[in-house]
């Protein structure tokens, strides 16, 4: 099994910055893919930026060139930099983390970008 623990979501006004980070526990030695997903209200999940082990990024067209993700690997943890900061980036952000056998979400952390 593996836990996720995000952090770093809250209230910001438009054009503004967070920094997500989610840090994975458990069985970390079978980690391969991490990534970021949101869900506003009403709306499905949708995948935000994804990282591969060996650094690959990929991004939703909403949000490239205002978001980047990183991971730590030696702390297993994953980032997510967002600036410039929309009221449409609103939602709930997810971890996701796949291993060979499953995928593992965390808890989710709230992103509220309001003047």
């Known amino acids: 099994q593996l836990q996720l623990v995000e952090s770093g979501g809250g209230l910001v006004q438009p054009g503004g910055s967070l920094r997500l980070s989610c840090v994975a526990s458990?069985?970390?030695?079978?980690?391969?893919?991490m990534a970021w997903y949101r869900q506003a209200p009403g709306e499905q999940r949708e995948l935000v930026a994804s990282?591969?082990?060996?650094?690959?990024?990929n991004y939703a067209d909403s949000v490239n060139g205002r978001f980047t993700i990183s991971r730590d690997n030696a702390k297993n943890t994953v980032y997510l930099q967002m600036n410039s900061l929309k009221p449409e980036d609103t939602a709930v952000y997810f971890c996701?983390?796949?291993?060979?056998?499953?995928?593992?979400w965390g808890q989710g952390t709230q992103v509220t970008v309001s003047s």
């Open positions: 990282i591969t082990r060996d650094g690959r990024t």
């Open positions: 458990g069985s970390i030695f079978s980690i391969n893919r």
């Open positions: 996701n983390v796949a291993t060979p056998l499953a995928n593992f």
